[in-house]
């Protein structure tokens, strides 16, 4: 087996040369290399989306929300506890599931945010809502 660093080694390599086998001395142009790569960028936006929405249809991308909304409170507690600022928000997602949930959800992680969600319950639900109606 392959391990992580040596995968990544490789495919580092691999980039490498693509680039200077196609862009010559231009392989360092970071313009250049955007434009070498745009058409295998555009064929995985494609490919993720048609991916994403069938999630979508079948009810599973209640998860992908969830786990993106997990690395947002990650995020948002090392920055409360390194330099003590509160950052919460939205996650809208506007295509219901099979159930009619969207998954659209508030974040945050502080000891301020989580009394909030408490004490505010309704508040956020209204503003979920609106945030669902006004995007």
Not at 116 to 133: L, T
């Amino acid at each position: 087996p392959v391990s992580s660093q040596d995968w990544a080694k490789l495919l580092a390599e691999g980039h490498t040369k693509y680039c200077k086998d196609e862009l010559g001395d231009k392989w360092k142009d970071p313009d250049a290399v955007a434009e070498l790569f745009e058409p295998i960028v555009a064929w995985h936006k494609e490919k993720h989306r048609a991916y994403v929405d069938e999630m979508k249809v079948e009810g599973t991308f209640n998860k992908v929300v969830g786990k993106v909304q997990h690395e947002f409170m990650r995020l948002g507690d090392i920055v409360y506890k390194y330099n003590g600022v509160h950052c919460f928000g939205f996650i809208v997602n506007l295509q219901p599931d099979h159930t009619g949930r969207t998954g659209t959800a508030m974040w945050g992680a502080t000891p301020a945010f989580e009394q909030m969600k408490i004490d505010e319950k309704d508040v956020i639900s209204r503003q979920i809502a609106n945030w669902e109606a006004l995007i």
